[in-house]
T-cell receptor, first 111, second 113 residues
């Protein structure tokens, strides 16, 4: 099945710093979502982005489907950005309608 | 409107017992999914419903796990003869159709003693 790899696995930032999280996937996808899992375990939708670029406040994301990767940019990070960021994809061939998650990037933002 | 809700938020049971976990999807969403998340890992797919029928149950680990969605809205995940390895957070998600954005509930944390 499709493989999803996220990097880096762990990231420590000072408040105000910028960062880029990467998601590589091994096959064509019909859907790609970025989530933030907060310390209480809730998965919060950040972007639904099977291709192209989107921005929402301090966050933006770009998916280059032909090269099988997506990037999540966090600018001017805040302590509330701490948590785990997951990339999840729905494969285009077989096994669609299920999200396959990466292992996540654990982000800690210190004041 | 209201998001996906799940009950109970926490469930502690003893090995060998039967448990039921409930999911209320976003109103009008026809697709419903169950996932399981173990500590330190990403969620893993269990089962997908489109309407009342289970369209894909390939993620259920064994025949102790079963899920229903009799009226195409609320779903119940049922686990028989629970084992300590079943301890995890069980997440439910819904979407307004296949290949659409999925929205997750807060999860049920299951602990099997």
């Amino acid at each position: 099945g499709i493989q999803v790899e996220q990097s880096p696995p762990d990231l420590i930032l000072q408040e105000g710093a910028n960062s880029t999280l990467r998601c590589n996937f091994s096959d064509s996808v019909n859907n790609l979502q970025w989530f933030h899992q907060n310390p209480w375990g809730q998965l919060i939708n950040l972007f639904y982005i099977p291709s192209g670029t989107k921005q929402n406040g301090r966050l933006s994301a770009t998916t280059v489907a032909t090269e099988r990767y997506s990037l999540l940019y966090i600018s001017s990070s805040q302590t509330t950005d701490s948590g785990v960021y997951f990339c999840a994809v729905e494969g285009a061939s077989g096994g669609y309608n299920k999200l396959i998650f990466g292992a996540g990037t654990r982000l800690a933002v210190h004041p | 409107g209201a998001g996906v809700s799940q009950t109970p938020s926490n469930k502690v049971t003893e090995k060998g017992k039967y448990v039921e976990l409930r999911c209320d999807p976003i109103s009008g969403h026809t697709a419903l999914y169950w996932y399981r998340q173990s500590l330190g890992q990403g969620p893993e797919f269990l089962i997908y419903f489109q309407g009342t029928g289970a369209a894909d149950d390939s993620g259920l680990p064994n025949d102790r796990f079963f899920a229903v969605r009799p009226e195409g809205s609320v779903s119940t995940l049922k686990i028989q003869r629970t084992e300590r390895g079943d301890s995890a957070v069980y997440l439910c998600a819904s979407s307004d159709g296949p290949l659409s954005e999925q929205f997750f509930g807060p999860g049920t944390r299951l602990t099997v003693l």
